[in-house]
């Protein structure tokens, strides 16, 4: 048998490769879009991709299945519940799917959404599963946020009650030394404290994971709902999505592969288009095209475009030589299709043009500095929530940066602000929006709170 994990870290997201090494019959588990990946890890181990298994309809990412179905005429798998529009066989509990040798049993285990499913993969050479693949049921760490499907029929109390039962009648009867493969690790926006281990027992997540400690049903609804954090904003339209029949990442990405000069880039600009500058935080501060948003290709990328823009957004990609392709990619990823071209040359399109601007980055000296003065900058913290709990700026506001552009009211346009975040990649793209809808005195912290952290000792906590 063969179970293979492959981890995104970029998304936090884990899918997997199942296989029979008799039969060379193999399956696919929440593939990400890019899915030649799959074909080229199943050819180099003589194996024949035969299935997709999706563990649920996602929200935070677009999976691969309609891709894979494409290139191999893979069969697609969900569970019964899921309400989608493209050709499936739909399972219900209990079902078993095989691989020659390889058994692959699905168990409907609603609660992160009500078409959750877990996948129970065992070889009947051995009397114990080979593992458990919970997708987004349950984490290492952590079970998966019950909020997401809120305003779609159930509320976030009724579908944590029904993970408290699908948690116990179906998943913790199972052996210690069940291996659990998860659908994601730390970082990901479907739970709220997942651990950077990507594989561990059903035994150790028994003593260490907070959600299955010995609880009542209605004390695991109130822990599980607490404290959730703001999903990004496309998860919504991701998962809608996800539902359809949808185009290919290839035919997405055929039609951006297109180069603009650098005056049809702004031509495109002018009628509505968002220039995407996707260098970093430095190289965007020392020059941009004005009005262009930033957010760089070395962090979340995807993840905070399609927190700060539209999935209507038209997009014109600026971004390193040789790296365009990438940040078309990693945007189809999650949905964002509507890349209408790269700048051809990138930064070096405008050199030597005088519509070039600048952001002003300060350090932690400077700072502390101009908060000594009679009329202090206003210091915008875009951090989320929770990352306050381990010290803020007595003089810091605090709007996170999910929510900025719907908040622009508490943040005044005739004082000077300087904004932070963690590291100073957050902070940039926030200046970027600032700057985008006519603020004219923002200024970046050169590296966020960590910084000030060393130039002062800790802040107020």
């Given at each position: 048998m063969i179970l293979e994990q492959f981890y995104l870290g970029c998304l936090s997201q884990a899918s997997y490769l199942i296989g029979d090494a008799g039969t060379k019959r193999a399956a696919v588990v929440d593939p990400r879009r890019d899915a030649e990946f799959y074909v080229e890890e199943a050819k180099a181990r003589g194996l024949e991709l035969c299935h997709v298994f999706l563990t649920h309809v996602h929200a935070d990412y677009v999976p691969?299945?309609?891709?894979?179905r494409e290139l191999t005429g893979a069969t697609i798998h969900l569970g019964a519940a899921a309400q989608v529009d493209f050709p499936h066989e739909s399972h219900s509990h209990g079902d078993e799917i095989r691989l020659g040798d390889v058994v692959i049993q699905v168990l409907e285990t609603p609660g992160h959404t009500p078409d959750s499913t877990c996948l129970l993969?065992?070889?009947?050479?051995?009397?114990e599963p080979a593992g458990l693949l919970t997708g987004d049921t349950l984490f290492i760490g952590d079970v998966g946020r019950p909020d997401l499907m809120a305003g779609a029929g159930h509320s976030p109390q009724e579908l944590a009650g029904w993970m408290y039962d699908s948690l116990h009648e179906k998943i913790l009867p199972l052996p210690d030394e069940t291996i659990v493969y998860p659908g994601h690790g730390a970082g990901s926006a479907c739970g709220k404290s997942l651990s950077t281990e990507t594989v561990s027992t059903l035994g150790e997540q028994r003593r260490s994971n907070y959600a299955l400690q010995p609880m009542s049903r209605e004390q695991f609804v109130q822990s599980v709902t607490a404290e959730q954090g703001m999903p990004p904003a496309y998860f919504s339209f991701a998962a809608s999505l996800n539902r359809k029949n949808r185009e290919t990442l290839s035919e997405v990405l055929d039609r951006a592969n297109r180069s603009l000069s650098l005056s049809d880039a702004l031509q495109q600009q002018a009628q509505g288009a968002a220039l995407l500058d996707t260098r970093t935080a430095d190289e965007f501060a020392k020059g941009h095209l004005p009005g262009a948003l930033n957010v760089g290709l070395e962090g979340r990328y995807a993840s905070w475009v399609g927190s700060v823009v539209s999935p209507e957004q038209r997009l014109v990609v600026i971004a390193p030589a040789g790296r365009e392709r990438e940040a078309t990619l990693r945007l189809?990823?999650?949905?964002?299709?509507?890349?209408i071209g790269f700048l051809e040359g990138g930064a070096d399109a405008w050199k030597g043009s005088d519509s070039v601007v600048a952001?002003?980055?300060?350090?932690?000296?400077?700072?502390?500095?101009e908060l000594r003065q009679p009329s202090p900058p206003l210091v915008l913290d875009v951090r989320n929530p929770g990352e306050r709990l381990s010290g803020f700026l007595d003089e810091s506001k605090s709007v996170p940066l999910g929510v900025l552009m719907s908040r622009l009211d508490e943040v005044p346009r005739d004082r000077r602000i300087v904004i932070h975040c963690a590291t100073g990649y957050r902070s940039m793209v926030a200046a970027s929006l600032l700057e985008r809808v006519g603020y004219d005195d923002v200024a970046d912290l050169v590296g966020g709170m960590e910084?000030?952290?060393?130039?002062?000792?800790?802040?107020?906590?």
């Open positions: 691969g299945h309609l891709e894979l993969v065992s070889d009947p050479t051995s009397p189809g990823r999650i949905g964002f299709d509507r890349v952001t002003e980055r300060v350090d932690a000296e400077t700072l502390q500095q910084a000030w952290m060393a130039q002062r000792g800790a802040p107020t906590a």
